[in-house]
């Protein structure tokens, strides 16, 4: 096993508690197909209503936390890459941390003693879907956790650094953190932009503002990519976007920041050294797929994987590609026992 991990990971561990359900109960409680939300006060009732169905099905969700699945998944060596998130101490968080772990995943959560680990509806409308998540214990992480004996080693022994904008609601002081450290190192540090309401709501986009620069890859899908655009004045031309992204303010001048934008089944953009260029997704009948809610976070963690051992932009595109089509031929973020990418 590595003893050192070299890429860490940091989100907000979640259950993923998804069913199929009618359209009625997204008009009832106002949620869109293809969004994430956080539950408000209204949304509290959804989840004891979809667990009275007897249809739902419990998957470990967070959105790093999947793509730390998927990347040590494509990677040979157990315990290269560390997870780190707040559970409670409930059967969810010990479910959650044994999925992860049985991934060969480093699980290093901080653990709340009174919320109960977060979980995340997933209602599914004909393979398109509505996330809408009650944080609970993952709200409770502090920075504290990084600055334990144990965090500290990982972090300074880390090369690869990724998270996702949904951290942001929780801990930005956390993420500005190991941003901060990665750029000083000279160290990657690795983006998601997640949902749009963190480019929406003003009080969150401060905070994502204020960690763009410190990111040298961003992950966007091309919704989010268009509310980025249209929110940056930048326009909604996807290649556009991503040439301007790409050269928005960077701290760490060693390296020049990648970007990109998945598109689902349409070809993935990359800018990147001063060029666009696009990567064709694997085909994949559409009879084959099974559930597209973590086909993005898979992307994320099979690009990560190769970038971390010093692929080509191409092969990182590719194991992204890859990981994804065998992750959305499975109930959520969970993997055929055969992994055939070197
Ligand atoms: C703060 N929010 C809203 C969230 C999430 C989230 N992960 C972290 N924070 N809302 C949904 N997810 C996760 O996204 C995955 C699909 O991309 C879900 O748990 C799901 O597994």
Redesign the pocket.
Same mark, same amino acid.
Request: aromatic residues 6%.
């Given at each position: 096993m590595s003893t050192t991990p070299k890429i860490l990971c940091i /989100?907000?561990p979640?259950l993923?508690i998804s069913t199929h359900v009618e359209m009625t109960i997204f008009e009832k409680y106002g949620l869109q197909l293809n969004n @994430?939300?956080?539950a408000d006060e209204k949304h509290l009732p959804l989840y004891k209503e979809i667990i009275e169905t007897g249809t739902v099905e419990y998957?470990p969700? /967070?959105? @790093?936390q999947?793509s730390a699945r998927v990347c040590q998944w494509m990677l040979n060596t157990p315990h290269t890459v560390c997870y780190t998130g707040c559970v409670g101490k409930d059967a969810n968080g010990k479910i959650l941390a044994d999925a992860t772990a049985a991934n060969g995943v480093l699980v290093r959560y901080q653990e709340d003693p009174v919320e109960p680990t977060g979980a995340?509806a997933?209602l599914i409308n004909k393979k398109e879907r509505s996330?809408c998540?009650s944080?609970g214990a @993952?709200n409770k992480f502090n920075i504290s956790h990084l600055q334990t004996d144990v965090m500290q080693s990982i972090i300074k022994g880390a090369d690869f650094f990724y998270m996702?904008g949904?951290?942001l609601?929780?801990s930005p002081d956390s993420a500005m953190y190991l941003a901060k450290h990665a750029a000083e190192q000279n160290k990657a540090f690795i983006y998601g932009l @997640? =949902?749009p309401f963190l480019i929406q709501v003003p009080f969150f986009f401060e905070r994502v503002s204020a960690l763009l620069p410190y990111c040298d890859i961003v992950f966007s899908n091309e919704s989010e990519a268009e509310v980025l655009g249209t929110k940056m004045g930048w326009g909604t031309d996807l290649k556009v976007i991503a040439e301007k992204l790409a050269q928005w303010e960077k701290v760490n001048s060693k390296r020049s920041r990648i970007v990109v934008f998945t598109q689902g089944a349409d070809s993935t953009i990359v800018y990147d050294q001063g060029k666009i260029s696009t990567y064709q997704p694997i085909k994949l009948d559409s009879d084959k797929i099974v559930d597209l809610? =973590?086909a /993005?976070?898979s992307f994320s963690g099979g690009f990560l994987a190769a970038y971390s051992l010093g692929k080509s932009i191409e092969k990182c595109c590719e194991a992204g590609h890859y990981a994804a089509m065998e992750i959305i031929q499975q109930n /959520?973020?969970s993997f055929p026992s055969k992994r055939s990418f070197d």
């Open positions: /989100g907000n979640l993923d @994430a939300i956080l998957i969700g /967070g959105a @790093a999947n995340c997933v996330l998540t944080l @993952a996702v949904y951290f609601t929780v @997640a =949902a809610n =973590a /993005g976070d /959520g973020c």
